[in-house]
């Protein structure tokens, strides 16, 4: 167990490694010119020299990279020689728009794109593999059959469109919920945990409808396979109660499959629901990165995309750990 | 449906010539993996009807000049005649005579601009499906070059490619796209891709291509590792058949199956996508029309709200879209791929 933890954050720390340098690479080379990006419109030719400068441009590739992980362990100077200003730690570069920390800038937006993810995570699970599982176990029946027509119409529904409904239905027409407010962003604030439900509740069910369609597809294909394999034969054949085996020995050995998407999923929605935090105007992290990417902002949406990309890739060795834990089956080397 | 029986075997395969020579061999068995498709979806009142569906939305598409041309609109003119639009109540907002489908417009008009929502639709139907299927091309010739070249050749090669496709499986992919599209675009703006409206449509293929393809090599990968220890393949090596030509030879045509499975699941994911990266205004923009950049129009200035229908009309075309695109692609899979079925 122990060498197989070592050897999975061996491997993290590598892919977080060259993650990094990736999305470094594809940004700083990418644009035809940062500079004249984070000068602004109307920028005279010595402008853009001087912003080169002030940005470290002018460095060769490799150092400007490594002064930007340097920044992720302590506090640097940034800017122009002569005209530095402290960052911070943890240090992400400075927003080319406000020249605040994008740390900061980070900081601000993770408890809106928290409120986003938990509350659609728990309904689109309670949802998805509570309905998965009913199919399977009506597996050919009436029911069985309507859970997964419903699923493939889910899948079918862009946010957009599901979302723009959702608020012109709820909110605009029968009026019982209020338009999202920027003043919530936690269930512990001043207004208290009703209005944070009332507040997302909308985004959460936009976030669900999409998600739990693929979740039942997958819960139902796995139950039922697990269903005919031969240890549950044998749990009903000593004659334990139907509902110890469906639970205790099914849902158990079948859940697995679910568990790597939740833990995928999760890691991506961390990194910001972008489409829907955008339609119901919630400043998370995919809200920020959209209006970043669209004023050429680079460092900020640099930041959370490789903030969003490492959120993944964490997800991925927590479940490969989960899987032990739930699954008797698994056993680590 | 017995009409469409009766009418079958003139789609379907014509009869075989007897298999003497192995030249006649290889083009019976690339028909008959289309001919399979077809007689199982044939079966299906589901697949049938989202096939038909699919057909029927593409030729919407293909006809939008002739189609628009019938209605006397296109989808570039703005009618903002008080006749039309709303100069006092709600400004901007269509008359209730032009709002909804009348003889002139027949999908009505576009609040604000006066422009003919079915004209747009239409042509809107061109360049989201233009972009749907081209980047769906790019990753698939992608996915299925380098996971066939991963399980081929084994070793440095495998071990190069599979850490590449676990990185683009890593990454976010709405993110990424979305932030590097604008910076493509800077890059091809000065390039014969970079011609007015073509720029947005070009870098869209481009960057959804580009994201798309980890997922199939994968897969091809593993159905490649097999097939590489087939009797077949140690034959062709043994009459010293090249490397290049095994593998375009025997293992490539081997897994169109797969392929084509996964192609056809692709297409809807990159509608969605496309309407995505419009919608958030990074795709596709005015006056250009897609079904994104519609969605987009109808959320900016919050025009859904006073003329919800401005909203549903392409929103209900992307949802049948996406949907038929999905219940097809679930057919081809039923009936290429039985181990990978939904019971």
């Known amino acids: ?333 | 449906m017995t009409q469409i029986q009766s009418v079958e075997p003139s789609i379907g395969s014509p009869p075989l010539p007897p298999a003497t020579s192995p030249e006649a061999k290889a083009p019976a068995e690339a028909r008959s993996l289309l001919a399979t498709a077809w007689m199982r979806i044939r079966r299906s009142k589901i697949a049938l009807l989202s096939l038909c569906v699919v057909v029927a939305i593409l030729l919407f598409a293909i006809l939008a000049p002739v189609l628009s041309a019938m209605s006397g609109n296109d989808p570039y003119t703005s009618n903002t005649s008080p006749e039309v639009l709303d100069d006092f109540q709600t400004p901007g907002l269509p008359l209730p005579g032009y709002m909804y489908p009348s003889a002139q417009h027949w999908l009505g008009v576009e609040p604000g601009l006066g422009r003919d929502l079915f004209a747009r639709l239409a042509y809107g139907g061109q360049v989201s499906l233009t972009i749907a299927l081209l980047s769906t091309v790019v990753s698939v010739v992608l996915g299925t070059v380098l996971g066939a070249a991963a399980g081929y050749f084994g070793g440095k090669t495998d071990a190069i490619i599979s850490r590449i496709m676990d990185l683009f499986l890593a990454f976010p992919h709405l993110l990424l796209v979305l932030s590097l599209t604008p910076i493509l675009q800077s890059r091809l703006r000065d390039t014969p891709l970079g011609e007015g409206s073509f720029l947005p449509m070009a870098s869209l293929v481009i960057i959804l291509g580009f994201f798309g393809w980890a997922y199939l090599a994968r897969i091809v990968r593993g159905q490649v590792l097999s097939l590489r220890e087939r009797e077949f393949v140690e034959a062709a090596r043994s009459f010293g058949a090249s490397h290049l030509s095994i593998l375009f030879r025997q293992i490539i045509p081997n897994v169109m199956g797969v392929v084509l499975v996964y192609a056809t699941m692709l297409i809807p994911t990159n509608i969605s996508a496309e309407a995505a990266l419009s919608f958030l205004g990074v795709g596709v923009k005015d006056p250009t029309p897609s079904w994104g950049q519609m969605l987009n129009a109808a959320q900016s200035g919050n025009w859904y709200l006073s003329d919800p229908w401005f909203l549903a009309v392409p929103g209900v075309m992307l949802i049948v879209t996406v949907l038929a695109f999905n219940l097809l692609g679930d057919a081809v899979r039923d009936a290429l791929d039985p181990k990978a079925s939904r019971h």
């Open chain 1, 1 to 333: 167990m122990m060498t197989f933890i070592l050897r999975r954050t061996g491997s993290l720390v590598l892919l977080l490694a060259a993650v990094s340098f990736i999305t470094f690479t594809l940004f700083q080379l990418g644009p035809s010119d940062p500079a004249a990006a984070a000068c602004g419109q109307e920028c005279t030719p010595e402008r853009v020299a001087e912003a080169r400068v002030a940005l470290g441009m002018d460095q060769p590739f490799l150092v400007q990279y490594a002064d930007y992980i340097r920044g992720l362990f302590s506090s640097r100077m940034i800017g122009a020689p002569g005209a530095q200003t402290l960052c911070e730690w943890p240090c992400l570069g400075k927003s080319f728009q406000t020249n605040e920390n994008v740390a900061d800038i980070i900081g601000r937006s993770l408890p809106y794109t928290f409120s986003m993810a938990i509350g659609a995570l728990v309904l689109w699970t309670i949802s998805g593999v509570g309905l998965g599982l009913l199919a399977a176990l009506r597996k050919g029946s009436p029911v069985d059959k309507f859970i997964v027509g419903a699923a493939s119409v889910g899948v079918s529904l862009p946010i957009p469109v599901t979302g723009l409904f959702l608020l012109l239905l709820f909110v605009n027409q029968l009026h019982l919920l209020p338009f999202t407010t920027n003043e919530i962003n936690s269930p512990f604030g001043p207004q208290g945990p009703g209005a944070w439900v009332a507040n997302y509740l909308l985004p959460w069910i936009a976030l669900a409808v999409l998600f739990s369609a693929s979740y039942i597809r997958v819960t139902r294909t796995n139950m039922i396979e697990t269903f005919g394999e031969d240890f549950i034969r044998t749990a009903r054949a000593k004659g334990l109660a139907p509902r110890t085996v469906t639970f205790k020995h099914g849902v158990r050995a079948g859940i697995t499959p679910v568990v790597t998407m939740l833990g995928m999923d999760i890691g991506l929605l961390l990194g910001g629901a972008v489409l829907t935090e955008q339609i119901f105007s919630v400043p998370g992290l995919g809200f920020t990165a959209v209006h970043a990417a669209i004023s050429g902002d680079l460092p900020v949406t640099m930041a959370i995309t490789m903030l969003a990309a490492f959120f993944v890739i964490v997800a991925n060795v927590v479940v490969d750990l989960a899987y032990a834990a739930i699954d008797p089956r698994v056993r680590l080397q």
